[in-house]
């Protein structure tokens, strides 16, 4: 199980940190990713981190503001997003997949957890 938190309100070019906790099982063997979802949108990429943190990808539109992380002893990924603009507002979702490639498609993700608000405003 996974649970997304942090999120909340923040003005533009602010920052926030979500977490995402795992629980039930260890998630240290799985690709970690976040993917977004605004208002008649359909859920977009974020960034992916692999099994021991050595690779991490971002989409273009993140690259160079967030910054995925994650500490397997805590079973507990992170997303710092900083310089957050009026477009990041979306609800973020964390994912794992049991692949150990890095994927950028949500279809290859197997789990799934509910997703924390972040609203930018001007």
């Known amino acids: 199980q996974l649970q997304a938190s942090g999120g909340g309100l923040v003005q533009a070019g602010g920052s926030l940190r979500l977490s995402c906790a795992a629980s039930g099982r260890t998630f240290s063997n799985y690709v970690m990713g976040w993917f977004r979802q605004a208002p008649g949108t359909e859920r977009e990429f974020v960034a992916a981190?692999?099994?021991?943190?050595?690779?991490?990808y971002y989409a273009d539109a993140v690259k160079g503001r967030f910054t995925i992380s994650r500490d397997n002893a805590k079973n507990t990924m992170y997303l710092q997003m900083n310089s957050l603009k009026l477009e990041d507002t979306a609800v973020y979702f964390c994912?794992?997949?049991?692949?150990?490639?890095?994927?950028?498609?949500?279809?290859?993700?197997?789990?799934w957890g509910p997703g924390t608000q972040v609203t930018v405003s001007s």
């Open positions: 994912a794992a997949d049991r692949s150990p490639l890095i994927s950028t498609d949500l279809r290859s993700y197997d789990y």
């Open positions: 981190i692999s099994i021991g943190s050595g690779s991490t």
